[in-house]
C-alpha cells in the first residue's frame, strides 16, 4: 500500500474571528482527493468581497484562509482529473459550476446550484486545510487562494494560456469578471449608449473598460474619491463627478446626460446608492446592482416608474460569468492591449503584509491590490 503523499505548508491569510484584523501563519494544504487539483498560487487579489468575510457583511463562519481572486500553476492533481495536468496555468473561480443543474443547463454557470453548498469548504462538504494543530479551516467561496498553496475542486479553475502574466491573471477571477461581464453580459450594453457608473474601486473600473469596449459613446464615473475618478477618465469615462462636491448627483448626472442615461451601474453594495442609480435613467433605461449590500440593506424606487418610463432595475452576480468561456476571452483581450488590468493594480503586497493590504482596502486607498507570492 503506498504511502499518501504530504500536505503541503503554506503561508496563508485567515479571518479568525469577525471584526478583528487578520493573520498570517502557516497552513497545512492537503493534496488533491478525486476530481481536485492542488495550485501553488502565484498572485491573489485583496478584493472587497474579502473584506466582507472579515466584518460580517458576507457571512461566513471563521476561521476562514481568504481568497478568491486567485491564479497559479497546477502542482497536483487527483484521482479522475482529465481537464488539469501539472504545469497548466489557471484562475480560481469562486462559482463552482457543476454543469449539470438546471442553470447550469441554461447557461447560467454563475447561479449554479453547487456553489450554494460551497461556501466554506469544497462541494462535497471535505476541507482540505487544516492549521498546524490539525483543526479544519474553512476556505473563503470554496477557493482559499489567499495562501501559498490550494487544493480546490475542478469545477473550481479554469486553465488559461501560459503566456498570460499570473499576477495580472488573478483579476480576472473576480473584479475584472464581475464589472466587464455587468456590460456585456447582464445589461447587454449597445454601441452609442449613455452610461453612469457608481463606485469606481476595482468593480466599478471595470465595468468603466467595459462600457468604453462595448462601445458607449457617454460613460459617467460618480465616486467621493479624485484619484479614482482620475484613474476612471483613463480607463475611459467620458465625465467624473465627485458626489463630494454634489447637491444631488442624479440631478448632476441627468443633466450631463440630456435627460439620463440608458444603463448605470451600482458598484458599492449600498441601498441609497442603487436607487440613485435607477433614479439617473432615462425611459427604458436598465439600472444593474453589481455591488454587494448588507442583509437586511434596502433600496427604495418610485414603483410606477417601472410601468411608466419601463425602466428595468436587475441584479448582476459575477458578472454573469460563463466563466470557462469568459476568463479565456478577457485574457485574449487583454493580451490585444484592449483590456487594461496593469492599471488597476495599484500596490503589491507580500503575503506578510496582508494585515495592511486589508487596513489600505478599508481605506479606499487601492484600486486593486495584490499579495504576490514570491
Known sequence: MSTPPPPFKAKAVVCRTIGAPVTVEEILVQPPGPGEITMKVAACGVCHSDLSAT??????PPPI???HEGAGVVVAVG???SRFAVGDHVVSSFVSMCGKCRYCAEGRPQLCDQSAKTTVSLPDGSVRTFDLQGKPLGVFAGCGTMAEYATLHVDSVVKIDREMPLDR????GCGVMTGFGAVHNTAHVQAGSATAVF?????????????CIAGASTIVAIDTS???LELARQLGATHVVNVGQQDNVVKTVRSLTQGGVDYSFECVGNGQVVSQAYGALRKGGTAVVVGVAKQDD???IRTATLTFDEKTLKGSYFGSARPAVDFPRLVSLYRQRRLRLDELV??????DDAPQAFADLAEGRNARGMIVFR
Open 55 to 60: 466584518n460580517g457583511t458576507i457571512p461566513f
Open 65 to 67: 484562509v481568504l481568497g
Open 79 to 81: 484521482e479522475g482529473v
Open 169 to 172: 491573471a488573478a483579476l480576472i
Open 199 to 211: 463606485g469606481c474601486g476595482g468593480v466599478g473600473l471595470n465595468v468603466i473598460q467595459g462600457c
Open 226 to 228: 479624485d484619484e479614482k
Open 298 to 300: 434596502t433600496t427604495s
Open 346 to 351: 495599484t500596490h503589491e503586497y507580500s503575503v
